[in-house]
């Protein structure tokens, strides 16, 4: 079955960029979109196709593609995005959704 | 309010059988489609169901093909999960998740991303 592959961890200073990868072979031909999760709360989407940021959604969360690799990058970070981080995107057929295994983004 | 609320989680013997819905608010229901999504204690997010905005496209994880069907009732914004012969390793929070349906006429949104969650529902498999 297809997979996402992420870091498991990523550590950051305030004020500091924070990045986190996920690599997938179908990537290339499928969006990915990115989900934050804080403890006891639903997901909540971030970036969708790649690199586009839904409403509501601080200008400090940014996208980026590259073959096989998309890339979340938080510039600036601060001690409320603390949280774990999901890609998600599909397999090379369109049909199944699949989730990265998640990244925890601790702020030191 | 937007709203997705989930029910029909609770604690079930392995080999049982749950009913989740998932009822919506504040939106048009029959422009998204609609997904399941699971994620065990302490784990991360499992995709395992997709329904389209009209019901006649269903896609299933294979890893749970043959004990879970997903449905809805556009009449009564509702979307379901019936689950079957469930396993202790099905213990989880089951969220339902919509994903705007961008082939419909005059519909727009973020292209095939999960935009707005539940709360999730909680179930328990154990004897």
């Known amino acids: 079955s297809y997979e996402l592959t992420q870091p498991p961890s990523v550590s950051v200073s305030p004020g500091q960029t924070a990045k986190i990868t996920c690599s997938g072979d179908?990537?290339?031909?499928?969006?990915a979109h990115w989900y934050q999760q804080k403890p006891g709360q639903a997901p909540v989407l971030i970036i969708y196709k790649d690199h586009e940021r839904p409403s509501g959604i601080p200008e400090r969360f940014s996208g980026s593609t590259s073959g096989t690799i998309v890339t979340l990058t938080i510039s600036g970070v601060q001690a409320e995005d603390e949280a774990d981080y999901y890609c998600?995107?599909?397999?090379?057929?369109?049909?199944?959704?699949?989730f990265g295994g998640g990244t925890k983004v601790t702020v030191l | 309010e937007v709203l997705l609320v989930e029910s029909g989680g609770g604690l079930v013997q392995p080999g049982g059988s749950l009913r989740l819905s998932c009822e919506v608010s504040g939106f048009t229901f029959t422009n998204y489609e609609m997904h399941w999504v699971r994620q065990a204690p302490g784990k991360g997010l499992e995709w395992i169901s997709f329904?389209?905005?009209?019901?006649?496209?269903?896609y299933h994880t294979d890893s749970l093909k043959g004990r879970i069907t997903i449905s809805r009732d556009n009449a009564r914004n509702s979307m379901y999960l019936q689950m079957n012969s469930l396993r202790v390793e099905d213990t989880g929070l089951y969220y339902c998740?919509?994903?705007?349906?961008?082939?419909?006429?005059?519909?727009?949104?973020?292209?095939?991303?999960?935009?707005?969650w539940g709360q999730g529902t909680m179930v328990t498999v154990s004897s």
């Open positions: 179908a990537l290339p031909r499928q969006y």
């Open positions: 329904i389209s905005s009209s019901g006649s496209t269903i």
């Open positions: 998600q995107s599909a397999d090379s057929s369109g049909v199944y959704r699949v």
């Open positions: 998740a919509r994903e705007v349906d961008i082939s419909l006429e005059g519909v727009s949104g973020p292209e095939g991303a999960l935009d707005l």
